[in-house]
């Protein structure tokens, strides 16, 4: 266990279907991210959130709705998916302090699948 | 633009030898952060080493050091006595701390590792 948890490890759905993905840290960081991981291409940033407040979203489309109701908790909403966004999606977590990060605290990932 | 490069889709090492994983990156910041992370088929990120651009000596943790040279920006993961353990997906990021993207890495393409027997 790294202190980062995401749930479920696994999400098979259709396109029509609404489902949320979850993440939580126990390290007491201040800042938590979603990153996309597809095949063949670099892990895209989706969404950062410091001190609960979104501060980027790297022109993600609508159909994915973060959400972070505190600092420890970070939540993905999905709804009315394509097949192309099946992915590994990933939870992370930083402490940021003004100065450099000494590297991001990631989850397991969820692999998604639309169907 | 690609700000991380990783040259290598995929690499072979023997067991006990060295291996040198190539990273190279594009900023102009002065004050920026590179990350290596290796990447099991579990999925998970697992942080490995960490060098500032104001660092003056390379980084080492363990098996891992981290060959900078700033003027040639490339940060290259060297892992001495490769183990069967460290075959995966490994990864160079770096953070750029006046950029506009706030606290996020940028991630390179990934090199798949390979430890035979």
């Known amino acids: 266990e790294t202190g980062v948890t995401q749930t479920p490890r696994h999400l098979v759905m259709g396109m029509t279907n609404k489902k949320s993905l979850k993440c939580e840290q126990h390290?007491?960081?201040?800042?938590m991210y979603w990153y996309k991981q597809s095949a063949k291409k670099p892990l895209e940033l989706m969404f950062v959130?410091?001190?609960?407040?979104?501060?980027e979203n790297n022109s993600v489309p609508s159909r994915f709705s973060p959400e972070c109701p505190n600092s420890s908790h970070l939540f993905l909403h999905l709804h009315t998916l394509q097949p192309e966004d099946s992915a590994l999606y990933l939870c992370?977590?930083?402490?940021?302090?003004?100065?450099?990060?000494?590297?991001?605290?990631f989850g397991s990932g969820t692999r998604l699948t639309v169907v | 633009a690609q700000k991380i490069t990783q040259t290598q889709p995929g690499m072979f090492v023997q067991e006990k030898e060295a291996v040198t994983l190539d990273c190279t990156y594009d900023?102009?910041?002065?004050?920026?952060?590179l990350f290596w992370y290796k990447q099991p088929s579990s999925g998970e990120m697992i942080f490995l080493i960490y060098q500032g651009s104001y660092d003056q000596q390379n980084a080492t943790e363990g098996r891992y050091s981290l060959n900078f040279q700033k003027a040639r920006k490339s940060a290259n993961l060297v892992i001495s006595a490769s183990q069967l353990g460290d075959s995966a997906m490994y990864f160079c990021a770096m953070r750029e701390m006046n950029s506009n993207s706030g606290y996020a890495l940028n991630f390179g393409k990934g090199t798949s590792l390979l430890v035979t027997p």
């Open positions: 900023t102009s910041d002065p004050s920026y952060g």
């Open positions: 390290l007491g960081h201040n800042a």
């Open positions: 992370a977590s930083s402490q940021e302090t003004g100065g450099v990060s000494y590297g991001y605290t």
């Open positions: 959130y410091n001190f609960k407040e979104q501060t």
